[in-house]
């Protein structure tokens, strides 16, 4: 599976929206983008996933950029409860399991 | 909304003894999995299971630990000979198709071993 980068942490302020970046340059074509969030020592929480076409749920908007080496997690009104660990996972579908990284640490600041 | 219960939420063991953390996922889910997170470090795949079978482990998942679907509705991790490096919160997951496809998480148990 294709190795990812993240920022380690960010910022956000409340009501605005978070944009958290990644990159995935070596993904390959039957690779799904996968983010998950930790809320402090919970267990990961599923948000969205895509492979090549922007998607959009009640939780989040992905935006894959159309050569899908780098992906953005769009949170547009973040909240004071989305601070948490987000974590960006390439993956095919298929029966490998998910693998996390140090994910992007996200604080959202009233 | 359907979730994972993972108990008991804390135990405390001795080293050298035995431990079954147990899980019950959501009931049409056929993927099930264990994870673990050291305090302060990443959350770790220890193995998956389907179909009665393990289907994948990692390096951490040893002779020590083994897993078990012993009724259908029950998951269970048991690690046979705790060491004071398993102090850790363990998560079970489950879902309804492979990978990564939407796996909802347990809350966790927090193994401590003294």
């Known amino acids: 599976d294709a190795k990812t980068t993240q920022p380690p942490s960010m910022d956000c302020a409340e009501g605005r929206a978070a944009n958290l970046p990644c990159n995935h340059s070596t993904i390959s074509g039957n690779e799904y983008v996968y983010w998950y969030r930790q809320i402090h020592s919970q267990g990961p929480q599923y948000i969205i996933h895509?492979?090549?076409n922007n998607e959009t749920n009640e939780m989040a908007s992905l935006i894959i950029t159309e050569d899908r080496k780098s992906s953005t997690l769009i949170l547009p009104h973040a909240t004071l409860r989305d601070t948490a660990v987000y974590y960006c996972i390439a993956l095919t579908s298929g029966n490998t399991p998910l693998v996390f990284g140090k994910g992007t640490r996200l604080s959202v600041i009233a | 909304e359907p979730e994972v219960t993972q108990t008991p939420s804390h135990q405390v063991t001795q080293m050298g003894q035995e431990v079954i953390l147990r899980c019950v996922p959501i009931?049409?889910?056929?993927?099930f999995y264990w994870y673990r997170q050291i305090l302060g470090q990443k959350v770790e795949f220890l193995v998956s299971?389907?179909?009665?079978?393990?289907?994948?482990k990692s390096e951490i998942f040893d002779d020590q630990f083994s897993v078990e679907r012993p009724d259908g509705s029950n998951f269970t991790l048991k690690i046979r000979s705790t060491k004071l490096e398993d102090s850790a919160m363990y998560f079970c997951?489950?879902?309804?198709?492979?990978?990564?496809?939407?796996?909802?998480f347990g809350q966790g148990t927090r193994l401590t071993v003294v």
């Open positions: 895509g492979l090549k």
């Open positions: 299971f389907y179909n009665n079978e393990i289907s994948e």
């Open positions: 009931s049409n889910h056929l993927y």
């Open positions: 997951a489950s879902s309804y198709m492979a990978g990564g496809t939407e796996a909802f």
